[in-house]
């Protein structure tokens, strides 16, 4: 059973389509022996035998509405350094509805369980729907997932003939939880505008009219989790990501000081990471880190990934008030379609290929 991939050209408006597997269906199969297409290189592999097992920090949002008392002003210390040194945290007491959380994960779970020919209305158009937006080749390796990604914010933007129907309050729901992301989102960025020593609505205004686009990752369980990966390593494209991730399966991995750290889940809470976008925009303070997924042997695992960037018309680049002689401009402007651009030319690798098109070599 195959379904599509997609390569966009955003520039000419043209794409090329490849054939995947549906990765559910060849994990239904009680396969002996793996795909190639699969099968990552040695050196790509997950390796299990992480030495320290480190927790990303974790931030109690009800500290923030508190006022100028020492709490917020220590939790916001903890929110700065966890995004200068991780680029990612994880937030409880966040205000986002649990009941709202859950409907959420129930609606993806009844949504992939669906009957592939279900699914397929919803093929792959440009960089949405059900099918994969990061495959640039017949011979690629392919990531041991089936995802579906739509845009989100704002209403105008949405693509509603690629929006499921079924299950019957899924676009319902999707709306709901898009709006209060959004909400929590913009929270987190003018604590992070704070904490840099700007007015909290500066990275705001910098990023002008938001768009949220979402995508459902699928990891089915495999028959050898040690030698593929759920997603290739990458950093997000966005100002920041916010991930909801399965409460009991871990599967989220990212790369702290050269080592893959898993993302241990805490149920309720939402994982939150910083974007290439928002590493430029603050100036290199918060940083945009790579990070991958892995499989598990007997279990699989949902994630929900709502990523907030700037729209394809905003120019991008380091607020002025970052600069001076200690910290010189890291980073030149680009108007965010010719970062697009690049973004879903190929596959998912690194960061490298990215956001380096910026980079000012100091
Ligand atoms: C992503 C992503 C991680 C996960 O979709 O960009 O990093 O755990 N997902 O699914
Ligand atoms: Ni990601």
Redesign the pocket.
């Known amino acids: 059973m195959y379904n599509s991939a997609l390569v966009f050209n955003p520039s000419d408006g043209t794409s090329k389509r490849f054939s995947v597997p549906v990765v559910q269906e060849l994990a239904s199969q009680n396969l002996h022996s793996l795909p190639e297409r699969y099968i990552r290189s040695e050196k790509e592999r997950p390796n299990n035998s992480t030495p320290h097992q480190l927790d990303i920090p974790v931030i109690d949002m009800a500290m923030f509405s508190r006022d100028s008392d020492l709490c917020r002003q220590k939790e916001l210390e903890k929110l700065g350094t966890a995004c200068q040194q991780w680029g990612f945290f994880q937030a409880v007491n966040h205000g986002i509805p649990l009941s709202l959380m859950e409907t959420m994960k129930a609606n993806v779970r009844e949504f992939i369980q669906l009957p592939l020919e279900e699914k397929l209305k919803y093929k792959i158009q440009e960089i949405e729907g059900y099918g994969q937006t990061f495959v640039a080749s017949d011979d690629q390796i392919l990531d041991w997932a089936d995802v579906m990604s739509l845009t989100t914010l704002p209403p105008e933007n949405r693509k509603m003939e690629l929006w499921p129907t079924k299950p019957s309050d899924f676009r319902e729901t999707v709306d709901q939880y898009a709006l209060e992301i959004q909400k929590f989102g913009n929270t987190v960025l003018c604590l992070l505008s704070e904490n840099a020593g700007l007015k909290p609505d500066h990275f705001i205004n910098m990023c002008g009219k938001m768009i949220q686009y979402m995508r459902l990752n699928y990891y089915p369980p495999c028959p050898r989790p040690d030698l593929v990966l759920g ?1 290739s390593p ?3 494209a966005s100002a920041f ?1 916010v ?1 909801s991730q399965d409460d009991e399966t871990v599967g989220l991995q990212i790369c702290k000081d050269g080592e893959w750290v898993p993302v241990q889940p805490i149920p309720g809470a939402l994982v939150i ?1 910083i974007g290439d976008m928002l590493e430029v925009i603050s100036n290199g303070i918060y940083k945009s880190i790579e ?1 991958r997924a892995v499989t598990n042997m007997d279990r699989d695992r949902i994630s929900i ?1 709502m990523f907030c960037s700037p729209s394809v018309e905003t120019e991008v680049g380091p607020a002025p008030e970052l600069i001076d002689e200690l910290h010189p401009c890291q980073y030149r402007r680009f108007i965010r379609a010719d970062y697009v651009k690049n973004l879903y030319s190929g596959k998912l690798e690194g960061k490298k290929k990215k956001i380096e098109f910026a980079k000012i070599m100091l």
């Open positions: 997603i990458h950093s997000d990501t991930l990471n990070h990934a």
